[in-house]
């Protein structure tokens, strides 16, 4: 597609419930992140992979959180045991490659609210 | 840890320039300064990069300080579609590098 799609677009759960979030990046794009937005604040890193190898999860909050990407392309997030405390926008970001001449390209966002 | 210091927030009447200003005193050597928008229930959107020369394209214009401690975001002609929440960011362009998104500039563009 033309730009990074992520669904579902809203997700409701109740609380203690497993989540998945997917995101498809914009074909051929080899870098991919994983952001948490929560209400009135900046985007706020989670994990990073770089093809199918993550690379970098520093980010993720505890182990309830899983990112995987097999394939290098669709990437998924779960959230195990979703708690309130987790409620936020999940953003995904792809880029062609890396360095800085290359812009990420965003997606819309999953909103999660945990209930 | 945003690197950045940014106003929480601004006005900006419409058709006139938005200068949108963001503090990096910090910023090493190699490191780039970016801008984002994020308009509302949006992903953000890449506006401009650069490292140490200013910076044009069809978007916006980015001026750097001969110093590189401070830079500012030109709008040249501000429209409502503007309006949005913008992100000055520091980062090494390294692959695995994420972006620090501090809590940005909400610019509001006035009729």
């Known amino acids: 597609g033309a730009g990074v799609s992520q669904s579902p677009r809203y997700k409701v759960a109740k609380r203690g419930q497993d989540v998945a979030l997917r995101c498809d990046p914009i074909?051929?794009?080899?870098?991919l992140f994983w952001y948490q937005q929560a209400l009135g604040q900046g985007p706020e890193f989670l994990t990073y992979?770089?093809?199918?190898?993550?690379?970098?999860k520093s980010g993720l909050p505890s182990d309830r959180f899983f990112a995987e990407r097999p394939e290098g392309s669709v990437s998924t997030l779960k959230i195990q045991r979703t708690q309130q405390e987790d409620s936020a926008v999940y953003l995904c970001?792809?880029?062609?490659?890396?360095?800085?001449?290359?812009?990420?390209?965003f997606g819309s966002g999953t909103r999660l609210t945990v209930v | 840890d945003a690197k950045t210091t940014q106003p929480t927030s601004m006005d900006c009447a419409e058709g006139r320039a938005a200068n949108l200003p963001c503090n990096h005193s910090?910023?090493?050597?190699?490191?780039?300064v970016y801008w984002y928008r994020q308009i509302h229930s949006q992903g953000p959107q890449y506006i401009i990069h650069?490292?140490?020369n200013n910076e044009t394209n069809e978007m916006a214009s980015l001026i750097i300080t001969e110093d590189r401690k401070s830079s500012t975001l030109i709008l040249p002609h501000a429209t409502l579609r503007d309006t949005a929440v913008y992100y000055c960011?520091?980062?090494?362009?390294?692959?695995?590098?994420?972006?620090?998104f501090g809590t940005g500039t909400s610019l509001t563009v006035i009729p």
């Open positions: 910090t910023i090493s050597g190699n490191e780039y």
């Open positions: 960011i520091v980062r090494v362009p390294l692959g695995g590098n994420q972006f620090y």
């Open positions: 992979f770089q093809n199918e190898a993550q690379l970098d």
């Open positions: 074909s051929g794009h080899v870098s």
């Open positions: 970001a792809s880029s062609m490659a890396v360095g800085p001449i290359y812009g990420y390209t």
């Open positions: 650069g490292l140490k």
